[in-house]
C-alpha cells in the first residue's frame, strides 16, 4: 500500500495474509498512524512494514526540484501529460 491508508481495507488484508490468498504485503501507510503495538501485522513474518518517511532523505528536495524543473516543467509548457499526476476521484 504505497497510498494511503485507507485505500486498504486492513481487515480483509489481514485475513487474505493469514488464510494465504496474499502470499505478502509491503506496506508504509495504514489506516491508523503510528500503527497500534497490538495490531497483527507487526508480528506476521509475511509483511514487511517499512516507515513513510521518503521526503526526510537527504536529498529528497533536490531529487524533487530536478524532477519538476527538467521533466514536468517542459512537459507542461508544451501541453504534454505529466508524469506521476495526482488522480482527484482516488485521492492519490
Known amino acids: 500500500n504505497m497510498?494511503?491508508?485507507?485505500?486498504?481495507?486492513e481487515e480483509a488484508l489481514i485475513e487474505s495474509l493469514r488464510n494465504g490468498t496474499l502470499k505478502g504485503a509491503?506496506?508504509?501507510?495504514?489506516?491508523?498512524?503510528p500503527l497500534p503495538e497490538e495490531n497483527p501485522l507487526w508480528d506476521m513474518e509475511n509483511v514487511l512494514i517499512s516507515p513513510h518517511n521518503m521526503d526526510k532523505t537527504a536529498t529528497f528536495m533536490h531529487e524533487a526540484t530536478e524532477f519538476f524543473v527538467n521533466e514536468n516543467l517542459p512537459r507542461f509548457i508544451l501541453g504534454d501529460y505529466l508524469l506521476n499526476p495526482v488522480d482527484t476521484e482516488s485521492g492519490y
Open 3 to 9: 497510498g494511503r491508508g485507507p485505500v486498504v481495507d
Open 26 to 33: 509491503a506496506l508504509d501507510v495504514f489506516s491508523m498512524e
